[in-house]
């Protein structure tokens, strides 16, 4: 049973901090999604690739955060300084195919910046 | 733009209610139409989905049907369990285009 796979599950971290959160998506698929869920916000898109190239990165901060895909493999979400208010859970998700519109999301990064 | 709307929440039932949430979409072009799952601690999960008009997704006794009459996509289920006590999210998917754009979610709480 594939899955996306998401290290670490829990973290906490004083502001200022550097935070790196991975996620392995399902293999085969080519979309790779990073979301950020809060209670006040609600899921909010912050970036996504295709093949592994960045097509949409509007929805994050830019300042402070990063999204990579160093291999098929490997996705990566980098917050640098951290501050409280990205206390969040962030969900990465993966995609078989374009237009499919289905997307398997991993089981989240319960971020706390204190 | 695209949007999805939501029956606001909570929405409480008791084991063997009929349920209903109800979603509405406004889009450009032909969408496909989803419902995602979300159980405490745990990430979305897709549900079901439709993709043209009239199309009826379903998945284990819950339905939903495109209707591009009325822009809707209600999900229901004949007899609720303890067990799908979750957040439902509705969502929708532009024709080749890999984003979705999702509604605020709906908690369904079910007492025993």
């Known amino acids: 049973d594939a899955r996306v796979t998401q290290t670490p599950r829990d973290k906490v971290t004083e502001m200022g901090q550097e935070v790196t959160m991975r996620c392995q998506p399902i293999?085969?698929?080519?979309?790779v999604f990073w979301y950020r869920q809060t209670m006040k916000q609600g899921l909010e898109l912050l970036a996504y690739?295709?093949?592994?190239?960045?097509?949409?990165d509007s929805g994050m901060p830019k300042d402070r955060f990063s999204a990579e895909m160093p291999d098929a493999t490997l996705a990566t979400l980098k917050i640098q300084p951290s501050e409280p208010r990205d206390s969040a859970v962030y969900f990465c998700?993966?995609?078989?195919?374009?237009?499919?519109?289905?997307?398997?999301f991993g089981p989240g990064t319960r971020l706390t910046v204190t | 733009g695209d949007s999805v709307t939501q029956m606001e929440g909570p929405v409480t039932l008791s084991e063997e209610a009929f349920l209903t949430i109800n979603c509405t979409y406004t889009?450009?072009?032909?969408?496909?139409l989803f419902w995602y799952v979300q159980y405490p601690g745990e990430g979305l999960q897709l549900l079901l989905k439709?993709?043209?008009?009239?199309d009826k997704g379903s998945n284990k006794g819950f339905e939903a049907t495109y209707r591009k009459e009325t822009t809707s996509f209600h999900l229901e289920k004949g007899s609720v369990q303890v067990s799908d006590s979750a957040v439902y999210f509705c969502?929708?998917?532009?024709?080749?285009?890999?984003?979705?754009?999702f509604g605020t979610g709906t908690r369904l709480a079910v007492r025993p």
């Open positions: 998700a993966s995609g078989p195919s374009r237009g499919s519109g289905e997307q398997y």
């Open positions: 293999l085969g698929h080519n979309t």
């Open positions: 690739f295709r093949n592994r190239a960045p097509l949409d």
């Open positions: 889009a450009t072009g032909y969408p496909s």
């Open positions: 439709a993709t043209k008009a009239d």
């Open positions: 969502a929708l998917s532009e024709s080749s285009g890999d984003k979705l754009t």
